[in-house]
């Protein structure tokens, strides 16, 4: 008998060397994600200008940049 344990994912541990590391922008879920916004609630903010950083909107992409992220969580 063969038993399947399911496993869930680990969630990502947003260290500063991680944002870092996502380059000069990352998407709304990311950074929604490393500032403990869920996914639905960042789209939300996004449309009604209320995320907690500058979203720019190119075409039907929200971009968030990564510099503005570590200001708001006060890392130089």
Same mark, same amino acid.
């Given at each position: 008998? &063969? &038993?399947?344990?399911? +496993? +869930?994912?680990?969630?990502?541990?947003? +260290?500063?060397?991680?944002?870092r590391?996502?380059?000069?922008?990352?998407?709304?879920?990311?950074?929604?994600?490393?500032?403990?916004?869920?996914? &639905?609630?960042?789209?939300?903010?996004? *449309?009604?200008?209320?995320?907690?950083? *500058?979203?720019?909107r190119?075409?039907?992409?929200?971009?968030?940049s990564?510099?503005?992220?570590? *200001?708001?969580?006060?890392?130089?």
């Open positions: 008998m &063969t &038993t399947s344990t399911a +496993t +869930t994912p680990q969630p990502q541990v947003w +260290t500063e060397q991680a944002v590391a996502l380059g000069m922008t990352t998407d709304i879920e990311t950074a929604g994600e490393i500032l403990g916004i869920g996914r &639905t609630e960042a789209y939300e903010l996004a *449309k009604t200008n209320e995320f907690p950083v *500058k979203i720019l190119i075409g039907r992409r929200y971009l968030v990564v510099p503005a992220l570590l *200001k708001l969580l006060d890392v130089d």
